[in-house]
């Protein structure tokens, strides 16, 4: 967890014991799962581990396993976790995997806004918000992106303006996932028109229940509504829940994003390419032996590329934990996954063959490869579009000159942009 201190004397459980933290959670859950949990974890079998998944036992589980801080095996105990080393922390993951246990609505608030109040919060944040992510208690969503701020980020123009001790907040955010759900949310406002667009933003922590906070859903193609329209009118935010300095929002979203792209495609996430939870070595048993050497070579082809994949984050893991300063290389994970994960699930289709668009009710196996097959097809738009994200590695990993922005250094008030824009950034909202 960035900028966090771990006591390595803890290490093993939060009372400071030295067991192996892979034997002793798998202990636990022998403990504390329901039998036929136990049985469908020792057979292999996916399919009846999916069935648990929304279940009340799902969530008793996961709430037991996360009040001990196996969710967070790499936190300090002080915030929740277990002060594992990251190499017992990704073995302890592989268990939690493997067991199927977790909660993607807890995702962004462990993976992507704990590690950021982590290093950028005051002590105080740090001890109000990091204990109840790590027990799952309180689920956290991100208020970035707005109707004409999306791969420019830097052009949000909610605004947030001082009220008393406080701040009065107004303005739109989209694509919030489960906004619905999430108790807090981190959101990014401008804070000052009359500086370049970067420098005039600053980051708070919103109470998602507060007066003011309107939540519609966006309906999806897979049918789902995943996504969230979220208004903020008049929103009243204590400065105790400024997350960073006034100006300084653009440093704690730039580490927001790192969080997400590593959480997302780095040694600790789901298995390389899967959104339903399947290793690659599922699919390579469901059909081997029963296919033609063109589809062969294309299962082959993805299989090489999930333990690229996975070889790579482990290198790039590696080379961060020797030299903290090292240039983060997230932004390669997330394209080369991104991409990989849409030419897995199209894969998972075809070679259902006639069960890829059509399949009895209740197939556990073809339904949820339509729904994958549709869902993809964001994953190179979510967590920073691939054409954003090649830019980065160009710039700051390969140290090509950064593409021309004629909007930066001028203030944000003077910048080109629609009429809805402008009346925004006057404070009509």
């Known amino acids: 967890m960035s900028g966090a201190v771990i006591d390595r004397s803890a290490e093993g459980t939060p009372g400071g014991t030295a067991a192996d ?67 017992a922390a990704a073995r302890v993951a592989g268990v939690v995997r493997r067991w199927a246990i977790g909660s993607v609505n807890a995702a962004i608030g462990v993976a992507w806004v704990g590690p950021t109040i982590a290093e950028v919060g005051t002590a105080a944040q740090q001890a109000r918000y990091l204990p109840p992510i790590a027990r799952y208690e309180e689920l956290w969503c991100q208020l970035f992106s707005e109707p004409e701020a999306g791969s420019d980020l830097a052009g949000v123009r909610a605004r947030a303006t001082r009220d008393g001790d406080g ?41 998602m229940t507060a007066p003011g906070v309107t939540v519609s859903p966006i309906r999806q193609m897979t049918g789902d509504a995943e996504f969230y329209e979220t208004r903020l009118d008049g929103v009243v935010v204590p400065d105790d829940d400024r997350l960073g300095p006034v100006g300084d929002g653009w440093r704690v979203v730039r580490t927001v994003l790192a969080n997400e792209r590593r959480g997302g495609s780095g040694v600790g996430a789901s298995p390389p390419g899967s959104v339903v939870g399947r290793s690659m070595d599922e699919l390579v048993e469901r ?44 932004a390669v994970t997330k394209v080369l996954q991104a991409h990989h994960t849409q030419r897995l699930q199209e894969l998972f289709v075809d070679l259902d063959g006639g069960a890829g668009v059509a399949w009895p009710a209740g197939d556990r196996w073809a339904e949820p490869n339509r729904w994958a097959f549709l869902r993809v097809r964001a994953k190179t738009i979510a967590g920073g579009t691939s054409e954003i994200l090649r830019n980065q590695v160009a710039e700051r990993v390969l140290g090509l000159p950064r593409e021309t922005d004629a909007s930066k250094g001028v203030p944000f008030r003077q910048v080109a942009r629609s009429g809805a824009v402008a009346r925004a950034t006057s404070g009509e909202h």
């Open 167 to 207: 701040w009065r907040i107004d303005g739109v955010k989209m694509w919030t996932s489960r906004a619905h759900l999430a108790r807090r949310g981190l959101l990014v406002a401008r804070t000052d028109i009359d500086v370049a667009k970067h420098a005039g933003l600053t980051c708070f922590c919103v109470d």
């Open 21 to 87: 933290p892979v034997a002793e959670l798998e202990a636990r859950l022998h403990e504390l799962a329901p039998p036929e949990w136990v049985a469908a974890v020792d057979a292999g079998d996916h399919e009846r581990l999916e069935a648990f998944a929304g279940t009340d036992a799902a969530d008793a589980l996961v709430q037991a396993v996360a009040a001990e801080g196996w969710m967070t095996p790499h936190w300090p105990p002080a915030h929740g976790g277990r002060g594992l080393d990251e190499d």
């Open 287 to 330: 059909h081997r032996g029963r296919l033609d050497p063109v589809r062969r070579d294309r299962l082959v082809a993805e299989l090489i590329d999930a333990r690229l994949i996975e070889w790579t984050n482990a290198r790039y893991r590696d080379e961060q934990a020797a030299d903290p300063g090292a240039p983060n290389r997230a």
